[in-house]
């Protein structure tokens, strides 16, 4: 059955009015983000100071945060099956169920990766040593206690997205980044100790808001220990995602863990430029797969395989329009975004050069990243999660061999 083009038209305007409300609000969150690693870039340069703070916040999400990820991903296609085959009170106890769930288990992870954490740097950070694996440890034991809060958030601001609510998630954002950029310019006249605390006092003002958003809505939170059927077979879907998102963690994470053998500020430098590509990818490709995900999710639970197709073409054409031209400017102006951004106080010429090779390569594969995130997306809305999987092992396996030879 063909779709029908006036359904296409309509559908594209609709997301391209939405995304453009979102990248407004989601360029002030990333405004505040950039502000933030400005002044970390001014006040602390690519010491190892920067070095620890970005290594114990990525380790996290390497180990745990996936997990969390991919229970509020598989949690949207069984959530809007539910709503079309029992109405939106059994939808509310499943997503309270899953709350519970997610909860629990990230209180035991956190608690994990506290005790353990002096152990997990000197595995996944082996090339730290002395001061800089030290306060790598301190910060890592703050940073695995956000996770408890992440976990809620990503299932509420799910929940939200499959009410058509995009626009005050995104608000919410901008307590966790404030808070942040506070506790760095504070750790620079106090003490750089306080930095982690950020991330983690940024995360408890994000989740409370989005609780009270997702109340608004209409959800209600009632504790209970009983695991229903469809909580447990969210759980089942979310073991393939998991691997997934964990695969591309280690991908991304494989580059820092090479590089803090290499000449200091490395990994600083990797870190900055990641930032400023997904910079891009935030305000373009993730907006447009957020809004185009939930009329996956629907159409397939409805059996509107119309509506469905129109979805696909619609943020296909979106994000090829988009990620195309991002990709060649950044490429080509890479070193001058850099010096723009960053270079200034102990951010000096040397650390621009360093940056900006980081940048050029992460933006030379900024059209097939939007492309590979929709793709994902497609797949997990009809519940095949284990497709994007073996497609993320066979990428994996080729950067880490790539990363072994170049480094050697």
Do not use: W
């Amino acid at each position: 059955m063909k779709g029908d083009p006036l359904l296409g038209e309509h559908l594209m305007r609709t997301a391209a009015k939405t995304a453009a409300l979102m990248a407004v609000l989601t360029l002030g969150t990333k405004v505040l983000g950039f502000l933030r690693e400005v002044f970390m870039a001014g006040f602390f340069g690519t010491s190892y100071i920067v070095d620890a703070y970005v290594m114990a916040s990525a380790i996290p999400g390497i180990l745990f945060a996936g997990i969390f990820t991919s229970v509020a991903v598989s949690y949207m296609p069984i959530f809007s099956r539910i709503v079309e085959e029992k109405g939106i009170d059994e939808g509310n106890r499943f997503t309270a169920e899953s709350i519970t769930i997610t909860s629990f288990i990230a209180l035991i992870t956190a608690l994990a990766g506290i005790i353990f954490a002096g152990p997990v740097v000197e595995i996944l950070a082996r090339g730290f040593t002395g001061k800089t694996a030290e306060l790598t440890v301190f910060f890592l034991r703050i940073t695995f206690s956000y996770v408890i809060f992440t976990a809620a958030t990503g299932l509420l601001e799910s929940y939200l997205q499959y009410k058509g609510t995009f626009l005050k998630p995104v608000l919410a954002g901008y307590l966790q980044s404030g808070f942040v950029l506070a506790a760095i310019i504070i750790s620079a006249y106090y003490s750089y100790y306080l930095l982690a605390f950020g991330l983690l006092i940024g995360s408890i003002l994000r989740l409370v808001a989005v609780f009270f958003v997702a109340k608004g809505k209409g959800f209600r939170y009632r504790p209970t220990m009983r695991i229903g059927k469809a909580a447990k077979e969210i759980m089942v879907l979310a073991v393939p995602v998991f691997i997934g998102s964990t695969v591309n963690q280690i991908n991304s994470f494989v580059d820092k863990m090479l590089a803090s053998g290499l000449a200091e500020g490395s990994v600083s430098a990797l870190n900055y430029g990641y930032l400023l590509i997904n910079m891009i990818t935030a305000l373009t490709i993730t907006i447009i797969v957020t809004i185009i995900y939930p009329r996956l999710t629907q159409s397939i639970a409805a059996s509107d395989h119309s509506r469905f197709n129109e979805s696909i073409g619609t943020g296909m054409n979106i994000i090829l329009i988009i990620s195309l031209p991002c990709s060649l400017g950044a490429m080509l102006y890479s070193s001058p975004v850099v010096q723009l951004v960053y270079e200034r106080g102990a951010f000096n010429g040397a650390s621009t050069e360093l940056t900006a090779g980081a940048f050029f390569y992460y933006a030379a594969g900024l059209t097939f990243i939007a492309i590979n995130a929709l793709l994902v997306k497609v797949y997990y809305s009809m519940e095949d999660m284990r497709t994007p999987v073996i497609c993320g092992i066979f990428g994996a396996a080729v950067n880490i061999t790539l990363n072994l030879i170049l480094v050697s």
